[in-house]
Nanobody, 128 residues
Framework: VQLQASGGGLVQPGGSLRLSCAAS????????IGWFRQAPGKEREGVSS????????YYTGSVRGRFTISGDNAKNTVYLQMNSLKPEDTAVYYC??????????????????????WGQGTLVTVSS
């Protein structure tokens, strides 16, 4: 299981970015994919997750309505479209995977401890 996150960068408040998480060694159908972020001096927090097998998605409250998670099974890639970005969204963003059955086939508040395979991070900086 390998994950490659990309798409981070510097954006002004109110701007948009799309992060990509390219998966290899497994198919999205059997896994839940989560996006997490970690700001300096803070704990890693769950942002959003998706299960391609049933189309379920989950968003933490601070990003709901601004971020959209989606998957492209043909490309084995999950995306995180981030709109209306705020300075408090600044963080290193990580994607991670876990077999969906380990979550009981239910997405819930996305917790790092629930995810077993991690990609490297991509830095998102929201600043004017």
């Amino acid at each position: 299981v390998q994950l490659q996150a990309s798409g981070g960068g510097l954006v002004q408040p109110g701007g948009s970015l799309r992060l990509s998480c390219a998966a290899s060694g497994f198919t999205l159908d059997d896994y839940a994919i989560g996006w997490f972020r970690q700001a300096p001096g803070k704990e890693r927090e769950g942002v959003s997750s998706i299960a391609s097998s049933d189309g379920s998605t989950y968003y933490t409250g601070s990003v709901r309505g601004r971020f959209t998670i989606s998957g492209d099974n043909a490309k084995n890639t999950v995306y995180l479209q981030m709109n209306s970005l705020k300075p408090e969204d600044t963080a290193v963003y990580y994607c991670a995977a876990t077999p969906y059955y380990r979550l009981g086939y239910q997405l819930r508040p996305t917790r790092p401890a629930d995810f077993s395979s991690w990609g490297q991070g991509t830095l998102v900086t929201v600043s004017s």
